[in-house]
């Protein structure tokens, strides 16, 4: 018999999550409180992921893939404790280091410069790590030239890149990625490539979600493939992705 000894990093044990979804249109703020007063607001509960179990162990390279909607950015979120589960459990052991909705530790009226600061202060790095690895960060985001420009005027794969760029500063003991690669151009792309395959190297557990096949193909070792919020397919790779392809 073949034994397994490798640490589990996630376990996610009859995992659900709702959400209520109001049922009619309001016009306004207003009709929505006199609604909500008179409890004539109704709402549908809207079953995001349904009853899901799986564990991720140290050093694997886990893929989730499946149509839009199937509940692959509500697993991340609630493996990286954004989101808290409506019914199951959630054990994560380490670090964990969360790309998943562009930006959402940036303020977008700041420079990148100054977002740097703020994204590294959310992530827990110190001002002295952050004056350390400051040049390291722009190099890798090759954002120099724009670095007092307010992110606004940022396109979405130049946030990407200092996201990414912040975030894989420090290693962590868990990589979320959630589809920001996609946006950066072909270049960029092959350089996180690079740097999550570093990473793997190292032992970080990576999870990522991509619509990219040919990416979670030549990064992940198990693929999970998800269908209305359900599991339809957990296993290696090439056999879960080539099932996925043919659906
Ligand atoms: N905060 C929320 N409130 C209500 N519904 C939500 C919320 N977040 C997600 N949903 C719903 O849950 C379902 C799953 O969403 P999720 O973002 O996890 O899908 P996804 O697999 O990441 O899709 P995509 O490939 O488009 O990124 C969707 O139907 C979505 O509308
Ligand atoms: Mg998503």
């Not at 509960?45 to 509500?74: M, P, R």
């Not at 190292?202 to 990522?208: A, D, R, Y």
């Not at 096949?213 to 290696?236: A, D, F, H, R, Y």
Request: aromatic share 8%; net charge neutral.
């Amino acid at each position: 018999m073949k034994v397994n000894n490798k640490k589990k990093v996630v376990q996610v044990e009859n995992v659900s999550m709702h959400f209520n979804m109001s049922s009619e249109k309001l016009d306004s703020l207003k009709e929505y409180f006199i609604k909500l007063l008179k409890r004539q607001l109704f709402f549908k509960k809207y079953v995001a992921i349904d009853n899901i179990s799986f564990s991720i162990e140290q050093g694997d390279v886990f893929g989730i893939v499946g149509l839009n909607g199937c509940g692959k950015s509500t697993t991340l979120k609630i493996i990286s404790g954004i989101l808290k589960p409506t019914m199951g459990s959630v054990v994560v052991s380490g670090s964990v280091a969360p790309l998943i909705e562009l930006g959402a530790g940036f303020d977008m009226e700041l420079t990148a410069r100054e977002n740097i600061y703020l994204n590294g202060a959310v992530l827990g790095y110190s001002k002295k790590l952050i004056d350390e690895k400051f040049d390291e960060i722009v190099e890798f985001s090759e954002m120099r030239e724009f670095l007092d420009v307010p992110m606004k005027n940022y396109s979405s794969g130049m946030v990407a890149r200092i996201a990414f760029a912040i975030a894989t500063i420090v290693q962590p003991d868990i990589l979320i990625v959630d589809e920001i690669l996609s946006v950066g151009d072909f270049h960029f792309q092959e350089k996180c490539n690079r740097r999550i395959e570093q990473m793997m190297k190292n032992g970080t557990t990576i999870v990522l979600v991509s619509h990219d096949i040919e990416q979670i193909q030549s990064l992940c070792n198990k693929v999970m493939w998800l269908e209305k919020g359900k599991i339809k397919m957990l296993g290696g790779v090439k056999e879960v992705c080539e099932s996925y392809k043919n659906s």
